[in-house]
């Protein structure tokens, strides 16, 4: 039988009490699965993914990538919703699934990602954090609405939105982030401004080096 919502509450309160050595044996299990899924294995159960994925959400500064995340098993990333949105989660676990629904862009995760961004009780730091994972995972879908952040009451939600805009790959950013910059008073969000401009420009520099022909070329 699937696990429900109470068996995934109870597991993951007792997985965080575990010690850091319980901690790092999960994390040493991610390796596990990983190499039993390429060895054609079944995939692992839904309980054992939970244990690994609550381990990756756990560990100190995590640098995880997507390749990672997908190791644990088929069920990643409806499991990374579940901890964003579960009471049970601590602030930094939500965060950190928050920011990794970006590797899993679908209908279900662009959903809650805004249903989180617009909610009456968010706070600044939830919004920084989804409006750069919205603009990572979605990019150009969702540049109207990362946008509409530029204009935001809190000068950090809208530092946040310019950063969330360099992540975006679509012609029209440069221009949109000119024209905040002329009209933005505090000098963090300009800065953050700025610092998009010169990321959009060095990517769209990198691909034209790459193509131009030596010097001498006929």
């Not at 530092?159 to 975006?168: N, P, Q």
């Not at 950013?173 to 009209?183: E, K, M, T, W």
Request: charged content about 20%.
């Amino acid at each position: 039988m699937e696990d429900g919502p109470e068996q995934f509450a109870a597991l993951s309160a007792r997985i965080r009490a575990a010690s850091a050595c319980a901690v790092m044996a999960a994390l040493l299990l991610c390796a596990g699965l990983a190499t039993a899924a390429e060895a054609g294995q079944e995939p692992p159960s839904r309980t054992v993914q939970i244990g690994s994925l609550e381990a990756l959400l756990n560990a100190p500064h995590p640098q995880v990538t997507a390749l990672q995340l997908r190791r644990v098993g088929p069920d990643v990333g409806s499991l990374l919703v579940e901890f964003a949105t579960s009471p049970d989660a601590t602030p930094p676990v939500r965060m950190r699934a928050l920011a990794w629904l970006q590797y899993f862009p679908s209908t279900q995760t662009k959903a809650v990602l805004l249903e989180t961004l617009r909610a009456r009780d968010v706070s600044v730091p939830v919004q920084r954090i989804v409006l750069r994972t919205l603009a990572a995972g979605f990019g150009t879908d969702v540049l109207e609405l990362v946008r509409e952040y530029l204009t935001h009451r809190n000068l950090y939600v809208r530092e946040a939105a310019a950063y969330a805009m360099g992540d975006i790959d679509d012609s029209r950013v440069p221009g949109i982030l000119n024209d905040s910059l002329g009209r933005e008073p505090e000098v963090a969000v300009r800065d953050a401004i700025s610092a998009s401009l010169q990321r959009l420009s060095r990517r769209h520099a990198a691909p034209a080096r790459r193509t131009r022909a030596p010097t001498g070329a006929p």
